[in-house]
């Protein structure tokens, strides 16, 4: 029965390969757009450059001479200037609760993309202090229902690599909230914590049972040795949302990929660019640096 059992599992797989024609031919250039804005800021950055192929060793292209244009809430908010590389900027400070849309000609190419920036959050973020080597952070906020929002908590501090110092976003975070995304948890205990959330933890208004937001949560990567960590609570917008959450499904499947091929299919990454590729989003956000005495 063991020998029927493989060979029949041979057979199925050897039914389903079909040949496909995989060419690497050149395709005509896109215009990537990558913008993110936050009224945080006194200038907003724009990167533009053009797409290459997979095998392409070069640098990606700056796109040179393109023009540049922000607007707000309809209206000309200002042309942006070519800065070095493929930088564009425009001293401008954008507004929470307002919508925009940016537009970028090149040549024959003609790209836009909209977003609206999240009003400012309010979040009140604490530490405990577990034994001498660690914090359990708590972060406390209400939620806005007036718009839809998407929250993302994560953590920044130091590592030791060679004796030195190193500033790094947590690879993982640990805590009990169950109201949290599950695109990225795992059951794996911590402590008294049981669901590890990879990079990090991502809240969708629309699951929660009222609008009080408090969870505790913590990173095991970060000792307090190392250095002062700085606790990150950001309320971002629609497309910069799909776009955060569509790379890190990229990444957990590339890493199942290694174990499982015969179920692997690429996740693509979302773009709000019409016309090109590329993000253009938002957020608002609430930081605190704990110090490490």
């Known amino acids: 029965m063991k020998y029927f059992f493989v060979f029949l599992l041979f057979w199925f797989l050897s039914s389903c390969i079909t040949n496909v024609d995989f060419t690497l031919t050149d395709r005509e250039q896109e215009v990537t757009l990558n913008c ?105 906020f209400r939620d806005d229902i007036s718009e839809d929002n998407y929250y993302w908590i994560t953590i920044r501090g130091y590592r030791q690599y060679n004796g030195k110092p190193s500033l790094e976003k947590a690879q993982a975070l640990y805590s009990n909230y169950s109201y949290a995304d599950d695109f990225n948890r795992l059951i794996e205990t911590c402590d008294e914590y049981i669901y590890e959330y990879e990079d990090y933890i991502r809240i969708y208004d629309k699951n929660l049972p009222n609008d009080s937001i408090k969870l505790q949560f913590i990173s095991s990567e970060f000792l307090l040795d190392n250095g002062p960590q700085e606790v990150f609570v950001l309320a971002v917008d629609y497309h910069l949302d799909k776009y955060m959450k569509s790379s890190l499904l990229m990444e957990v499947n590339d890493l199942y990929a290694e174990d499982v091929p015969i179920v692997y299919s690429p996740q693509p990454v979302y773009s709000n660019i019409h016309g090109g590729t590329g993000i253009f989003g938002s957020y608002t956000s609430v930081s605190q640096i704990f110090p490490n005495d």
């Open 36 to 140: 993110i804005l936050r009224p945080d800021n006194d200038t907003v950055i724009a990167f533009i450059s053009s797409t290459k192929q997979v095998l392409s060793t070069v640098d990606f292209e700056p796109v040179e001479n393109a023009q540049v244009t922000l607007y707000e809430e309809a209206k000309l908010a200002g042309h942006f200037q070519k800065s070095d590389s493929s930088a564009y900027i425009l001293p401008y400070r954008v507004q929470p609760g307002k919508k925009y849309k940016i537009e970028v000609i090149s040549g024959k190419n003609h790209i836009e993309a909209e977003c609206n920036i999240p009003n400012n959050i309010k979040a009140q973020i604490t530490a405990l202090k577990f034994v001498s080597y660690r914090y359990d952070y708590v972060a406390s």
